[in-house]
């Protein structure tokens, strides 16, 4: 069925440094990719998407291409702030009636001055 | 502001109580679902609507019901609570793209936090 994996965490950084968050996915057909973050006590917020293959999302800094070979929508950004200490959700629609949506488990990335 | 609506905040139930988890959105979304948040285990979808008056079961729907007879509103009924429906719940709403993948997202609430003792 269809899902997505994304790398455990906690990350933790130091500010400025480079961030990589690793997410994969299966499944059939043609999904939408999507980056959720969750800042403490708050619901999950939209971050970037891409809806087709080698489509670059970004926002804020951050971005992720969708790599439709490796089946893959990695999230990058080139320096992080303590602001940016959340919790990141990979996430996937299947694009099938009902818009099934999956998460992956998140990502819990603390950033440290 | 526009978006979507959960009450209550926090809540504090008995083991055997019942309650009703409100969610309201005001952006005209075809699609409404409820997600529960445990530790280490993501999001696990509830119970989901294409529209008023079709609900359907996600992946954990055993001691909720739920339904939907407005396009705004989307309650979760709790039947009788348990300790393991301790849980922070999310309500997510979308507009419904008909399979043709235009990656329209959800829109979340802020959530309810809900301990059962």
């Known amino acids: 069925?269809?899902?997505?994996?994304?790398?455990e965490g906690p990350v933790t950084l130091s500010e400025e440094a480079f961030l990589t968050i690793n997410c994969t996915y299966t499944a059939t057909g043609y999904p939408s990719?999507?980056?959720?973050?969750?800042?403490?006590?708050e619901g999950l917020q939209l971050l970037l998407?891409?809806?087709?293959?080698?489509?670059?999302?970004?926002?804020?800094?951050f971005e992720a291409?969708?790599?439709?070979?490796?089946?893959?929508?990695?999230?990058?950004?080139?320096?992080?702030?303590?602001?940016?200490?959340?919790?990141y959700f990979c996430a996937l629609d299947t694009s099938n009636t009902g818009?099934?949506?999956?998460?992956?488990?998140?990502?819990?990335?603390?950033?440290?001055? | 502001n526009a978006g979507v609506t959960q009450t209550p905040k926090f809540q504090v139930l008995k083991t055997g109580q019942s309650m009703t988890l409100q969610c309201a959105q005001?952006?005209?979304?075809?699609?409404?679902?409820?997600?529960?948040?445990?530790?280490?285990?993501?999001?696990r979808l509830i119970h989901y609507s294409v529209g008023a008056g079709i609900t359907d079961q996600g992946e954990v729907p055993n001691g909720y019901n739920v339904s939907r007879s407005t396009t705004e509103d989307f309650p979760l009924?709790?039947?009788?609570?348990?300790?393991?429906?301790?849980s922070v719940?999310?309500?997510?709403?979308?507009?419904?793209?008909?399979?043709?993948?235009?990656?329209?997202?959800?829109?979340?609430?802020?959530?309810?936090?809900?301990t059962v003792v």
């Open chain 2, 77 to 86: 009924r709790l039947l009788s609570a348990a300790p393991s429906q301790t």
């Open chain 1, 33 to 41: 990719l999507f980056w959720y973050v969750q800042y403490p006590g």
């Open chain 1, 65 to 87: 291409t969708y790599r439709k070979e490796t089946t893959s929508f990695h999230l990058e950004k080139g320096s992080v702030q303590v602001s940016d200490s959340a919790v």
């Open chain 1, 99 to 113: 818009n099934q949506f999956y998460f992956g488990t998140g990502t819990s990335l603390t950033v440290i001055p």
């Open chain 1, 49 to 61: 998407k891409a809806t087709k293959a080698d489509d670059k999302g970004s926002n804020k800094g």
């Open chain 1, 1 to 7: 069925g269809d899902s997505v994996t994304q790398m």
């Open chain 2, 26 to 43: 005001d952006m005209n979304h075809e699609y409404m679902s409820w997600y529960r948040q445990d530790p280490g285990m993501g999001l």
């Open chain 2, 89 to 114: 719940y999310f309500c997510a709403s979308s507009y419904s793209d008909g399979g043709r993948g235009l990656g329209y997202g959800y829109t979340f609430g802020s959530g309810t936090r809900l």
